[in-house]
Antibody
Framework: EVQLVESGGVVVQPGGSLRLSCAAS????????MHWVRQAPGKGLEWVSL????????YYADSVKGRFTISRDNSKNSLYLQMNSLRTEDTALYYC??????????????????WGQGTLVTVSS | QSALTQPASVSGSPGQSITISCTGT?????????VSWYQQHPGKAPKLMIY???KRPSGVSNRFSGSKSGNTASLTISGLQAEDEADYYC????????????FGGGTKLTVL
């Protein structure tokens, strides 16, 4: 059974930093592209970032570019999101999501077949 | 990158069919067969319902179908059931603007 478990969400002040983690199990982690997607309270979904199966390619939404860094440790089956210079508008539930593409398909497939339950980040003074 | 455009709400009675539209541009929806749809019940994580425009994952009811015409994708739910009441989001590859994806604003489906 595929499981994605996020952690690290807390209350942080504007300008602060935070690192989110996502522990993956139930599939060959290093075969797949992974994403972070967020959802502000009462709002819709917003794609944040993706990382290729080998970590060699990373992409970001304009709203977080230059402030957030996605990474992965395939030896630990873990995905990370380093969040710096946090703003109040970064307040959201952050989901880790598995792409159905990666090493075996050669390409990212840009859809999310499994999601975690999310970790809540609140940016407030 | 602008969000895709979905109606804020749609409704239908049990047994009826409804369609949710998702309008993008020639840079995203119109250029790629990479539209997916997600169902989200309150307090739950999203669930994949349709991928690559019209494909259904294993375990998703065949009452759910997807299509695309030009820059607009659509999700049709036939034989509406009470448990279909949820928020629905479309998503598309965004092309070279971000090399990521863009979501629609979401549509609240109410089963009357």
């Amino acid at each position: 059974e595929v499981q994605l478990v996020e952690s690290g969400g807390v209350v942080v002040q504007p300008g602060g930093s935070l690192r989110l983690s996502c522990a993956a199990s139930g599939f060959t982690f290093d075969d797949y592209t992974m994403h972070w997607v967020r959802q502000a309270p009462g709002k819709g979904l917003e794609w944040v970032s993706l990382i290729s199966w080998d970590g060699g390619s990373t992409y970001y939404a304009d709203s977080v570019k230059g402030r957030f860094t996605i990474s992965r440790d395939n030896s630990k089956n873990s995905l990370y999101l380093q969040m710096n210079s946090l703003r109040t508008e970064d307040t959201a539930l952050y989901y880790c999501a598995k792409d159905d593409g990666g090493a075996t398909t050669v390409t990212t497939r840009y859809y999310f077949d499994y999601w975690g339950q999310g970790t809540l980040v609140t940016v407030s003074s | 990158q602008s969000a895709l455009t979905q109606p804020a709400s749609v409704s239908g009675s049990p047994g009826q069919s409804i369609t949710i539209s998702c309008t993008g541009t020639s840079s995203d929806v119109g250029s790629y067969n990479l539209v997916s749809w997600y169902q989200q019940h309150p307090g739950k994580a999203p669930k994949l319902m349709i991928y690559e425009g019209s494909k259904r994952p294993s375990g998703v009811s065949n009452r759910f179908s997807g299509s695309k015409s030009g820059n607009t994708a659509s999700l049709t739910i036939s034989g509406l059931q009470a448990e279909d009441e949820a928020d629905y989001y479309c998503c598309s590859y965004a092309g070279s603007s971000t090399f990521g994806v863009v979501f629609g604003g979401g549509t609240k489906l109410t089963v009357l």
